[in-house]
């Protein structure tokens, strides 16, 4: 039970510390389709793809004292952001979690906005389909986020570079 939660924490780790709910979820989505072994399910979701299972683990490891969450409110709404405590941080230390190349490619996510990881995975979540067909439903489905062709090119050329850091 324990090893996907290391995973997570891992993750948190190398990250430093992320900010927001939703860039937490796009990340870890993204990261496991570019090959890193989260066994997290994933369905789409108002925000694109969404996991209740990740949702249930950050709260199990911030009850577990293994994850800090601060809640700043911001205008007029609130903002997470996560980071491992000293108690997470020790086991960790004592349950080797194996992921080379994750830090380079979560260090990257995390230097991206929200937005835009919800663009990537909303293309990694349509990837059986070609390309014309991923735009449509990025304009269909995301249409209040007046994602551009060029924000969808920028999305593709930024998921090649993803996985090339893995290879």
């Known amino acids: 039970m324990l ?19 939703k860039k937490l979820q796009k990340m870890i989505y993204i990261a496991k389709k570019v090959e890193f072994p989260f066994q997290e399910r994933f369905q789409f979701h108002f925000y694109g793809p969404y996991s209740e299972e990740l949702t249930t683990r950050v709260e199990e490891l911030c009850n577990m004292g293994f994850l800090n969450e601060v809640k700043e409110k911001k205008g007029g709404y609130f903002q997470y952001r996560y980071s491992l405590t000293d108690a997470g941080k020790e086991f960790l230390s004592m349950n080797n979690v194996d992921m080379p190349c994750l830090q380079d490619c979560l260090v990257d996510m995390n230097e991206q906005n929200a937005r835009f990881l919800e663009l990537v995975s909303t293309v990694l979540y349509f990837d059986n389909l070609p390309k014309e067909e991923v735009a449509n439903k990025v304009f269909t ?4 986020q007046r994602y551009t062709e060029a924000e969808i090119d920028e999305a593709y050329q930024y998921i090649e570079s993803l996985k090339s850091k893995v290879q």
């Open 141 to 144: 489905l995301k249409s209040s």
């Open 3 to 21: 090893k996907d939660h290391a995973k997570l924490m891992q993750a948190i780790l190398v990250s430093g510390e992320i900010t927001g709910r």
